[in-house]
């Protein structure tokens, strides 16, 4: 069974930088797709970030490009998001999340585990 844990959200004020890491236990952690998505209070779940199993490709929402770059390091079955210049507007509980595919999936419902989120909040 594949367990992802997401850490490193917090408060931090507008303009600041924040790392995010998610840790990946159990399945086949080379194959996998890896993904970003944020949740912000009454919105739906969107596309953050994704990077491929070998970090050859990766694809970014319009929101966080520029701002934001994911990263994996497969040798400690982990993925980064780091991200900079926040905004309010990124203020949202963001989830890591695996799937196995060669390429990046930008769409929620192609991926197959999820981590359980952690809060960021970015005051203005």
């Known amino acids: 069974q594949v367990q992802l844990v997401e850490s490193g959200g917090g408060l931090v004020q507008a303009g600041d930088s924040l790392r995010l890491s998610c840790a990946v236990s159990?399945?086949?952690?080379?194959?996998?797709?890896m993904g970003w998505f944020r949740q912000a209070p009454g919105k739906e779940r969107e596309f953050v970030a994704g990077?491929?199993?070998?970090?050859?490709?990766?694809e970014y929402a319009d929101s966080v490009k520029g701002r934001f770059t994911i990263s994996r390091d497969n040798a400690k079955k982990t993925v980064y998001l780091q991200m900079t210049s926040l905004k309010p507007e990124d203020t949202a509980v963001y989830y890591c999340?695996?799937?196995?595919?060669?390429?990046?999936?930008?769409?929620?419902?192609?991926?197959?585990?999820w981590g359980q989120g952690t809060q960021v909040t970015v005051s203005s």
């Open positions: 159990g399945g086949r952690f080379m194959s996998y797709c």
């Open positions: 999340a695996a799937t196995p595919a060669e390429g990046v999936m930008v769409v929620a419902g192609h991926y197959d585990d």
């Open positions: 990077i491929n199993w070998n970090a050859q490709s990766s």
